[in-house]
């Protein structure tokens, strides 16, 4: 459910105070993203969300600042992907029907070009034209010629516009796909890049035949820098 659909309900000041509560009954810092977790929590906006806190809490583990920001990056960083790749694929369809009628249009430019040379060749073919036959002739193929220069100039303008949108739209894209595999506490790769890491590796050696090593290693008393 939108949690701004339920905020302005009937329930809204209820379910704003009982996140407020939570961060108060767990001493977490009052910041603009826990209160969003429990936000979405109270309001059962995120079941997946809701699950884990609820797990966490009926085997009493201790909710830290630390665990919103691990909460925050899992669900919420995923969620931002998957409606950006939403909102991308939207306007990468928008652009390519842009692009698609500016071709239609450039091909009926040309045709009617065609068509007007077609007509000059003919009425040529049938003797040496009068002078205003003659004139109006060119004057026709002129006309024509400088509309086929705005189509294709048009049609390049639109080429451009797409190419950029579409180079913008890749960059937001990557931006949000790197926000989502990377841990937001410590800044490096975290699991779920390790999981696709790993399972592309695994792919690329039962295609080839080659052998893939794992390298592990253990930090001893790694709460004291995290």
């Known amino acids: 459910r939108s949690v701004d659909h339920v905020l302005l309900g009937p329930d809204g000041h209820t379910l704003a105070r009982a996140a407020l509560d939570a961060l108060v009954a767990h001493n977490l810092t009052p910041t603009p993203k826990a209160y969003e977790v429990f936000l979405c929590h109270a309001a059962k906006a995120n079941p997946s969300l809701s699950d884990t806190i609820t797990e966490m809490q009926n085997e009493q583990r ?38 698609e009628r500016t071709l239609k249009t450039a091909e009926a430019g040309a045709r009617a070009f ?94 080839s035949g080659k052998p893939v090593s794992l390298l592990m290693g253990d930090i001893d008393f790694f709460k004291r820098v995290n």
């Open 62 to 99: 201790r909710i830290t600042d630390q665990t919103v920001e691990a909460l925050y990056a899992r669900f919420f960083n995923e969620l931002r992907l998957a409606e950006t790749v939403m909102m991308t694929s939207g306007r990468v369809s928008e652009e390519l029907i842009g692009v």
């Open 114 to 207: 065609g068509d007007h040379l077609n007509g000059a060749r003919g009425k040529l073919g049938e003797g040496a034209p009068s002078e205003p036959v003659l004139r109006t002739m060119i004057d026709n193929l002129v006309s024509a010629t400088v509309e086929m220069e705005q189509h294709t100039l048009s049609l390049e303008r639109r080429l451009v516009e797409s190419s950029r949108e579409v180079n913008s739209l890749r960059e937001a894209l990557n931006s949000v796909r790197a926000e989502a595999f990377t841990d937001a506490l410590t800044g490096v790769s975290n699991r779920k890049y390790f999981d696709v890491t790993i399972t592309r590796a695994l792919g690329e050696d039962a295609a």
